[in-house]
């Protein structure tokens, strides 16, 4: 660790050479490495964000102990504790987000089955809980609009790409299964492709239930 942390500091030193006393660099070498560690333990857990008053702490519970049977580091964020100047679709959406590392281990076969069909499970339980439920969002103490809630199920291929996937709230559960297995397949699609476009490091697809596909409906 400690050889590790001269190395972050000799590379700092050699950025801003003399200007940068001695503690504030030690500091922002130990920053710079926590900084590290996290985005790393990103990479390798399944993430969840979502509303206190749509999932009950009994099913958190469960899919954590499920999850992290398969060693898998699980980690959640309750957003109706957060703030935000405007309300988009993602933020008004429950999020379950797989790091590039658990994406390309489901696409290698190499957690098997199981894992899979925790998260199948669940996006099933979940959408059926969310269904006709929607946000109030408020804005200077007066109520503004019910907004629909919708479930978004996010892969990581890489550290700059991630492949979005929406349900939306109103949509009935018929052929969940299939759906994700299609989703699961475009996936290991995208990640095959020889050029990543760093400007557009995310895409966004809606199930068209005419065509009985996935539809690419935005580059983020």
Do not use: C, P, W
């Given at each position: 660790m400690d050889e590790l942390l001269d190395r972050f500091k000799k590379t700092l030193r050699e950025i801003h050479g003399e200007l940068i006393p001695e503690?504030?660099?030690?500091?922002?070498?130990?920053?710079?490495?926590?900084?590290?560690?996290?985005?790393?333990q990103f990479e390798k857990s399944i993430h969840l964000e979502y509303f206190n008053n749509t999932i009950t702490d009994e099913s958190i519970d469960e899919l954590t102990k499920d999850i992290e049977s398969y060693g898998v580091l699980f980690t959640k964020k309750d957003k109706s504790k957060e703030a935000y100047n405007?309300?988009?679709?993602?933020?008004?959406?429950?999020?379950?987000?797989?790091?590039?590392?658990?994406t390309g281990n489901l696409l290698l076969g190499a957690l098997g089955n199981g894992l899979w069909e925790i998260i199948v499970d669940w996006v099933r339980v979940t959408r059926e809980n969310i269904k006709n439920k929607k946000l109030t969002k408020i804005?200077?103490?007066?109520?503004?609009?019910?907004?629909?809630?919708?479930?978004?199920?996010c892969f990581k291929i890489d550290e700059l790409t991630r492949i979005d996937f929406v349900f939306k709230?109103?949509?009935?559960?018929?052929?969940?299964?299939?759906h994700l297995q299609d989703a699961l397949k475009l996936v290991e699609k995208e990640s095959k492709e020889e050029e990543i476009q760093l400007l557009s490091p995310r895409k966004k697809f809606r199930y068209d239930h005419g065509k009985k596909e996935w539809v690419h409906i935005a580059q983020l």
């Open positions: 503690a504030d660099l030690d500091k922002m070498a130990k920053d710079l490495m926590a900084s590290k560690s996290d985005k790393y405007s309300i988009s679709d993602i933020f008004t959406s429950i999020v379950l987000i797989l790091g590039s590392e658990v804005t200077g103490g007066t109520k503004i609009e019910q907004i629909e809630m919708n479930l978004y199920i709230n109103n949509e009935d559960n018929t052929n969940l299964r299939e």
